[in-house]
C-alpha cells in the first residue's frame, strides 16, 4: 500500500492499514522519521507525489493501492492520473470533494474511488447532537437502515430475558454492554453472547430497518405571528439601514422628487402671483394637474388670453412630470420586487427551545445542518461569515461569533437540546463546547476535531460531550478502501467506528461458499443485504442465514476496522458450540426434520436419515452461539429434542 500526503488522515490511514499485515510505503513533501510512524526504513519518500518519477522510487509499480490523502483535492487527483500511468492495475483512493466529474473519471481510468471526509462524518456529527437513541442514520438501496443505542430501564419486559430472545420484531440485535462498564465501552461488536441476560443499566446497541426515529418536530410559526413580521419586514425594506449609505437608485429617486418639488414651486409662484393671479390653492391645483398631464385648455376658459410665459411653463411642466414620473415608477417597481423577493429569502428566527445549534456553516457544518432537517429536528446556526441565501433557505442563522455567550444565547442555547461544535479549529470548537457547557449543563454536546491525539484530552475533559475525530473516521475508510472494499457509510458507536461495505463476492474471495451465519457470526459482521446474481436484492431474513455465497452475489455488511482486518486475511472466530439431538417427540414429521437438517446444518438426505435412526447423537458441525440457539429453537419446534453443548476446547486440547 502506498500512502501520499502523511497530515493527520494520512497518518491516521497508515495506523489503520497497520492492523491489516500488509505493507505500507508513503509519499510525503517533507522529510518524516519512518519510527516514528512505526515503518521499516526507507518506506518514506520525500518528493512531491504528482512526479511520475516520484512514484517510481516509492514503488508504486509493485503496490495494491494507492491512497492520496493530501488536504488538496486538486493534487490528489493530479497524482491519481500519474499513479495511473505508472500502474494500470492499481487501486486509487482519492481524498477530495465529490463531483459528477468523478464518476466519469472512475469509468475512464478504471478502479478508482473519491471519499471527501467531510460528507462521511456529517451524519455522525449531526445524530452525537441529539438526546434521542439514533446514532446512525444510513440508507443501502433506497432502504433506510437506524441504529440505536439503548439503556435498559427497570421497567423493560427484558429483563430477566436471555440476549437470544430480545429480538423486537424489525430490530436485531447488535452488541451488549453490561451495566456499570465505562461509557466508551461498546461491547464486542456482533459479540454478545445469546445466554447472558439482561439487568437494568444494561446498553444494548439495535439495528433497525426502516421508518424514520420519533421525538423530531418539523419547525413552523404561528400564521399570525408569521404574517405580522412578514409585514414588518416588508415595512422596513422600503427604508434605509442607519448605518449604510444610499444606494444610487435611491439617488436618482431623490433627485428626481427634488426636480419636481422645484417645478411645482416654481408654476405655483407664477401662477399665484405672476401672470395669472390665482388664488393659492388654485395655483396649486393647476400645477400639480399639468405636472401629471392636464392642459392650460382643460383648466381654464379663456386660455387664448393667457400670457405666451405660461404656455412654455406648461410644456415644461408636462415635460418634466412625463420623464420623472417613469423614472420613479420605475425606482418604485424595481424596489418593489427587490423588497419581495428579499422577504421570501428571509430567514426565520431561531426556535426558543428544543432545537441544535450548529456552531460553523463550512462544508461540514452545512451538511450536519441539512441531515438534521431531513430528520425534521429544529436547526438553528451560529456563522461569523456571511452565509448565501441560497444555502439552506430555511435555516435560522445567527451571525456573530460561537464563543461569544450573547450570540450562543441569541441562537437559543439556553433552551437547546443539542449543539454541534463544528468549525475547522480544535481549539475554537473546545471554546465552543466549554462555554456551552456552562451556559446549558443539560446540552448535548458534539465536538469536531481533527487530531485523535487532542481528541482523547478533550474527551477526558468533557467527559459528557461526544468528541469525534474527522481524520480517524475518514481514515479508517480510505484504508478498507485501499483493500479493494467499497465504503458506503460510516458511522461512530461507543466502542468502535462501524463501516457499511459493499462486497462483490468473486472467486478466491474468503466469503465464497461460507453460508451468511458463520460470515455474520466468525467474522463479526451484520449483512443488511443481498443479492443474487440475477435477482432484486433484499434484506436478509432469519431463513437466509443457511444461504451460501457464490461468485457473483452480492452482499452489504456492517463491520468494524477489526472485522474487516479479519475477512482480509480470511481469519474466523472459532465456533464453540456443537447440537445434541436427543429424541423425537410423537408428532414430529420425519422428511420434514430431514430437510431442516439438510438446509441448516449441511446433512445430506440420507445422513439426515441415518441421523433420526440413530438417537442421540451429536451433529458434527461446528457451530456459533447465536446460530446453534435459533437451530435448536427451530428443529425442538418441529418435534427434535435438542440441546446446545458448549465445546470444552481445553478437554478437547488434553485429549489430542
Not at 207 to 213: I, K, V
Not at 544 to 551: E, M, N, Q, T
Amino acid at each position: 500500500m502506498l500512502v501520499c500526503g502523511l497530515g493527520r488522515v494520512g497518518r491516521q490511514c497508515i495506523q489503520a492499514l497497520r492492523g491489516y499485515d500488509v505493507p505500507v510505503r508513503a509519499i510525503d513533501l517533507l522529510p518524516h522519521d519512518e519510527v516514528a510512524l512505526e515503518l521499516e526504513s526507507g518506506a518514506v519518500t520525500q518528493g512531491d507525489f504528482r512526479d511520475l518519477a516520484t512514484l517510481l522510487r516509492a514503488g508504486v509499480g509493485n503496490c495494491r493501492s494507492i491512497v492520496l490523502a493530501s488536504s488538496d483535492p486538486t493534487a490528489n487527483v493530479e497524482g491519481a492520473l500519474a499513479a495511473r500511468r505508472a500502474n494500470s492495475a492499481i487501486r486509487l483512493v482519492i481524498r477530495a470533494q465529490e463531483h459528477g466529474w468523478h464518476d466519469l473519471l472512475a469509468k475512464q481510468l478504471g478502479n478508482l474511488v473519491v471519499y471527501e471526509p467531510n460528507r462521511l462524518s456529517a451524519a455522525t456529527f449531526a445524530l452525537a447532537a441529539l438526546d434521542s437513541e439514533v446514532i446512525a442514520h444510513f440508507y443501502v438501496d433506497a432502504q433506510l437502515f437506524q441504529v440505536i443505542e439503548h439503556e435498559v430501564q427497570a421497567r423493560d419486559p427484558w429483563i430477566g430475558h436471555s440476549l437470544d430472545e430480545i429480538q423486537p420484531s424489525g430490530r436485531q440485535l447488535l452488541s451488549h454492554v453490561p451495566a456499570g462498564s465505562p461509557a466508551a465501552d461498546g461491547g464486542p461488536f456482533y459479540g454478545w453472547d445469546p445466554e447472558r441476560t439482561v439487568a437494568p443499566g444494561d446498553r444494548l446497541l439495535f439495528l433497525r430497518t426502516g421508518g424514520l426515529s420519533g421525538g423530531f418536530t418539523a419547525r413552523t410559526l404561528p400564521p399570525e405571528r408569521s404574517a405580522r413580521a412578514a409585514a414588518l419586514r416588508f415595512g422596513r425594506s422600503f427604508l434605509p439601514k442607519p448605518d449604510q449609505r444610499l444606494q444610487r437608485p435611491a439617488k436618482v429617486a431623490l433627485a428626481g422628487l427634488a426636480v419636481l418639488a422645484v417645478l411645482v414651486l416654481l408654476a405655483t409662484n407664477v401662477f399665484a402671483w405672476g401672470a395669472m393671479q390665482l388664488p393659492l390653492s388654485e395655483a396649486l391645483r393647476w400645477a400639480l394637474a399639468l405636472l401629471f398631464g392636464a392642459h392650460l385648455a382643460d383648466l381654464s376658459s379663456s386660455f387664448e388670453e393667457i400670457p405666451v410665459g405660461v404656455h412654455w411653463l406648461e410644456l415644461a411642466l408636462v415635460m418634466g412630470g412625463t420623464v420623472l414620473t417613469a423614472v420613479l415608477y420605475a425606482l418604485l417597481t424595481d424596489l418593489l420586487l427587490r423588497a419581495r423577493f428579499d422577504l421570501r429569502s428571509r430567514r426565520p428566527s431561531p426556535p426558543a427551545r428544543d432545537h441544535v445549534i450548529v456552531a460553523g456553516l463550512g462544508q461540514t457544518g452545512v451538511r450536519i445542518a441539512g441531515l438534521l432537517e431531513q430528520l425534521k429536528c429544529k436547526v438553528a446556526a451560529v456563522e461569523a461569515s456571511p452565509v448565501e441565501p441560497h444555502v439552506l433557505p430555511n435555516l435560522a442563522i445567527v451571525s456573530g461569533q460561537a464563543t461569544e455567550e450573547d450570540v450562543l444565547l441569541k441562537a437559543g442555547l439556553a433552551r437547546a437540546r443539542g449543539l454541534v461544535a463544528a468549525t475547522s479549529d480544535d481549539q475554537y470548537n473546545v471554546e465552543i463546547a466549554l462555554l456551552a457547557s456552562t451556559i446549558n449543563p443539560a446540552c448535548r454536546i458534539a465536538v469536531r476535531t481533527f487530531d485523535p491525539r487532542f481528541r482523547e484530552n478533550v474527551a477526558f475533559l468533557l467527559p459528557e460531550a461526544r468528541v469525534l475525530c474527522v481524520s480517524s473516521l475518514a481514515a479508517t475508510a480510505y484504508a478498507a478502501a485501499a483493500l479493494g472494499e467499497n465504503v458506503i457509510n460510516l458511522f461512530q458507536t461507543p466502542g468502535a467506528p462501524v463501516l457499511v461495505v459493499e462486497y462483490d463476492v468473486i472467486e478466491d474471495d474468503t466469503l465464497i461458499g461460507r453460508p451468511l451465519w458463520e460470515i455474520a457470526e466468525g467474522y463479526a459482521v451484520v449483512p443488511v443485504m443481498f443479492q443474487r446474481s440475477g435477482q432484486p436484492a433484499r434484506v436478509p431474513a432469519s431463513d437466509d442465514a443457511a444461504i451460501k455465497l457464490r461468485a457473483g452475489d452480492r452482499v452489504v455488511v456492517l463491520a468494524t476496522p477489526a472485522s474487516l482486518e479479519a475477512i482480509e486475511r480470511g481469519d474466523l472466530r472459532r465456533p464453540r458450540y456443537q447440537l445434541r439431538l436427543e429424541r423425537l417427540r410423537p408428532y414430529a414429521e420425519s422428511l420434514q426434520v430431514v430437510g431442516m437438517l439438510s438446509q441448516r446444518l449441511d446433512y445430506t438426505l440420507e445422513q439426515g436419515h441415518a441421523a433420526l435412526e440413530s438417537l442421540p447423537q451429536v451433529v458434527p458441525l461446528r457451530l456459533y452461539g447465536r446460530y446453534a440457539t435459533r437451530t435448536a429453537r427451530l428443529l425442538d419446534a418441529n418435534g427434535v429434542v435438542t440441546r446446545v453443548v458448549r465445546v470444552d476446547e481445553t478437554a478437547e486440547r488434553t485429549a489430542s
